[in-house]
């Protein structure tokens, strides 16, 4: 039925278009032949036509002192035009595919848009519901928040991991280098506490890189989340109520995701190891020193 009625209304439209300017008619006149123009056409046209006047149409001699205003035409356009609107509004409503019938309201138990009939049906009777327009404004104010969140987050988030690590890797070339000073006076009788140290150091190195790759990829994949959710919820905010609720309750919990804080880009056991080993080497100083003043 409803395609009968888009028919009947693209006829309409069609009666009601004139056959000079193919637009609806504007102004509509009828000639003494019985057929309509618009008054602008008509009159346009007959200025560029010779002596001799006739019908666009029918061809049949015509006389503009005969052309009549019909105004039942005007009227009939005028509800031709409205219809058409109408239609073209119906057209694009997105409807239930169970029931054919304008999703009005949204199921917050299953997070999707209903009809009337599926409210009053088993699978929804006893579900919290509310109109589909209160429903989209409501999580629009959730997203809005989120977004606002994200945007500030993205705003102050400036990572300064690397910096630290490059302290601590610039901390450990300074021992490396005092350890190599002070064992060279010394290579037959230090040479294993030198390479022990030495590896200690290598071991370190690698856990503070290890530690530091793995938090510039942490950094790398939240500042992409970020971006992602900033655009999806942008674009999601733009989208009809229906297109905008599908799948909101994901975005939602994916927003809760990005709020986990970022771990710290050098841990603190790290930074005691290297300290223990700053003031282990400290030790060693003090041996060798000692050994040097026993040795003078």
């Given at each position: ?46 200025k ?42 119906k ?8 029931h054919k ?33 209160e ?13 606002c969140?994200l ?12 910096e ?45 890189l ?68 700053s ?18």
């Amino acid at each position: 039925m409803a395609q009968a009625a888009v028919n009947l209304t693209e006829d309409l439209q069609n009666e009601a278009t004139c056959p000079i300017c193919l637009d609806s008619f504007k102004d509509p006149v009828i000639t003494e032949c019985s057929h309509n123009f618009c008054g602008a056409c008509i009159s346009e046209y007959c200025k560029e036509s010779s002596r001799n006047l006739f019908c666009p149409q029918c061809r049949k001699k015509i006389q503009p002192r005969n052309f009549r205003p019909n105004r039942q035409l005007a009227n009939m356009v005028e509800i031709a035009v409205r219809l058409g609107v109408e239609a073209a509004k119906k057209a694009q409503e997105i409807v239930c595919e169970e029931h054919k019938e304008s999703l009005k309201l949204f199921c917050e138990h299953d997070q999707r848009p209903i009809c009337l009939v599926c409210r009053e049906s088993q699978a929804h009777r006893d579900h919290a519901v509310a109109p589909l327009e209160e429903a989209a404004q409501a999580y629009k104010e959730k997203l809005q928040s989120n977004l606002c969140f994200l945007q500030k987050e993205r705003e102050e988030f400036e990572p300064y991991g690397e910096e630290k690590s490059d302290e601590l890797l610039r901390q450990t070339e300074s021992e490396r280098r005092k350890i190599l000073s002070e064992f060279e006076q010394l290579h037959e009788f230090l040479s294993e506490q030198q390479c022990l140290l030495l590896a200690q150091l290598e071991v370190l190195d690698e856990e503070i890189l290890k530690r530091r790759n793995e938090y510039v990829t942490k950094v790398s994949e939240k500042t992409l989340l970020l971006n992602e959710l900033i655009s999806e919820i942008q674009r999601k905010c733009s989208q009809p109520a229906t297109e905008f609720l599908k799948d909101v309750g994901s975005t939602l919990s994916r927003c809760e995701c990005v709020k986990v804080p970022t771990p710290e880009p050098v841990s603190p056991v790290l930074k005691k190891r290297v300290s223990d080993f700053s003031e282990n080497n400290h030790l060693v100083t003090g041996v060798l020193a000692m050994f040097k003043g026993k040795t003078k």
